[in-house]
């Protein structure tokens, strides 16, 4: 008898209690909100979202919808790139249609789960009514990993106000001051743009160059343009992409930013069509990496230096699972050794769900990755008995070779890993939307 704990009812939770529930098994979801969204429901008080007023997804609703649920089977009209108000209601949504509400505790906080054995865990929950420790055969992770802020360190002592983008809200708290803002990726993009548009001066700082990737490529959103792309081999399409990038934009040094010193792919892709607008607009204004703090003064490696109110650090987050002990688990700096980044190689009755970083969206994996997992749970799929290798394979051979940052040790090529999530589901669960010819190197071979 199968009784299954789904932690966390974001966009991977919900769809891994979705297809647990489909099987027939038991199934109880934990999630400290609520409502189903996850980091999705937007809050202007701290809180477990990282979402700001002014979020949309990075990419295109075409490609960021469930195949048991469209944007057609939710009913309401959307953007190309949708708000995160138009994707709150859209999990919600899911979840009141599969009639998952029922199974979800909400305002329910997991402090402990204990492995006891490989068919037992003890789970410690917390809520309005106390502490308790339920039973159960079966683990599921589903707590995200854009929630635990990476706060960056240098020399120094910054007096003014110093944040982690995480707790960015709204531009309005900006208003006349000198804002900082430290990264290069998504948040830290779109946060000089919303800051900029109210301060006395934002400035942005980068370690390195980034290529800035904008949201339409000849009129089509630009993961629509990639998806044509998918019959060419990983490198060539890298290669492609970045021409295409290099003739839409031009070189970086137009807009007075670094170069970049790697090739497309080796970090994570920054989409943005407004920041280099605001760059040559006098609204933004780039630095290099910063080198120490002196007081309000922030001191940059190319020698200058100049007075900020508040510093914002897109530095991105950790991946971090507080009820599991880290002598246990612990995924914070190095790998994640799961085998199609679900499986625990030596622990089968424990699972991750949507703990990988596509270069596209990350629920259409995620719901592959449930479905293969629930009928783990029915008997209906089997683990490979060479797991252990094919875990070292993954990591040793990752779609990208990324530079050896904490942000780049769960990156997947977006369509690859589909068609190697695909390769283990019967035909009948694979649509013609999922079936991209693409390259056939995977994870599953």
């Known amino acids: 008898m199968k009784r299954v704990c789904v932690i966390g009812a974001g966009p991977s939770g919900i769809t891994a209690l979705k297809n647990v529930l489909d099987e027939g098994i038991e199934a109880v979801c934990y999630d400290r909100n609520d409502r189903a969204g996850g980091n999705w429901i937007y809050s202007e008080e701290p809180s477990h979202s990282s979402v700001f007023e002014t ?6 609703k075409t490609l960021s919808q469930y195949e ?9 009209e959307v953007s190309d790139y949708p708000s995160h108000q138009q994707l709150a209601s859209y999990f919600q949504g899911y979840a009141k249609h599969f009639g998952l509400n029922d ?7 997991v402090i402990n789960a204990e492995h006891v054995s490989e068919s037992e865990w003890k789970v410690t929950i917390e809520n309005k009514n106390g502490q308790r420790t339920e039973t159960f055969t079966d683990l599921i992770v589903c707590n995200g990993h854009h929630w635990n802020p990476r706060m960056p360190e240098y020399p120094g002592t910054f007096e003014g106000d110093f944040i982690h983008s995480h707790d960015f809200k709204k531009a309005e708290p900006f208003k006349d001051k000198r804002v900082l803002v430290i990264g290069g990726g998504n948040s830290a993009c779109d946060v000089a743009v919303e800051t900029s548009r109210v301060s006395t001066k934002t400035c942005i700082s980068w370690r390195r160059g980034y290529r800035i990737i904008p ?3 000849f009129g089509k959103p630009s993961d629509i343009v990639g998806l044509g792309m998918t019959w060419l081999p990983v490198k060539l399409r890298s290669m492609l992409s970045q021409f295409l990038i290099r003739v839409f ?8 930013l670094q170069e970049p010193d790697h090739n497309f792919g080796q970090t994570h892709p920054t989409i943005n069509d407004e920041l280099l607008y605001r760059i040559r607009h006098g609204k933004v204004h780039p630095k290099v990496d910063v080198d120490r703090f002196e007081g309000k003064k922030v001191h940059f490696k190319d020698g200058s230096s100049e007075d900020f109110d508040v510093i914002i650090a897109c530095t991105g987050f950790i991946i971090s699972h507080p009820f599991l002990d880290s002598s246990f688990i612990n995924y914070s700096e190095g790998p994640v050794p799961l085998y199609l980044k679900m499986m625990h190689p030596t622990h089968p009755n424990m699972f991750f769900v949507g703990l990988f970083q596509p270069l596209g969206c990350i629920w259409p994996g995620a719901e592959l990755q449930a479905k293969i997992i629930a009928r783990q749970l029915a008997g209906k799929w089997m683990r490979p008995s060479n797991i252990e290798s094919l875990v070292r394979k993954e990591v040793n051979h990752p779609h990208y070779n990324q530079l050896k940052t904490p942000r780049h040790t769960i990156t997947v090529d977006y369509h690859l890993f589909k068609k190697a999530l695909l390769k283990q589901l019967p035909r009948d669960y694979v649509s013609k939307d999922q079936m991209t010819s693409v390259p056939t190197k995977s994870y599953a071979s």
């Open 249 to 256: 934009i031009g070189p970086n040094k137009s807009y007075n």
């Open 215 to 217: 949201k339409f490529f």
């Open 103 to 109: 199974h979800i505790e909400f305002e329910t906080t």
């Open 55 to 60: 979020t949309h997804i990075i990419s295109s």
């Open 68 to 76: 048991d649920y469209t944007w057609d089977d939710h009913g309401e």
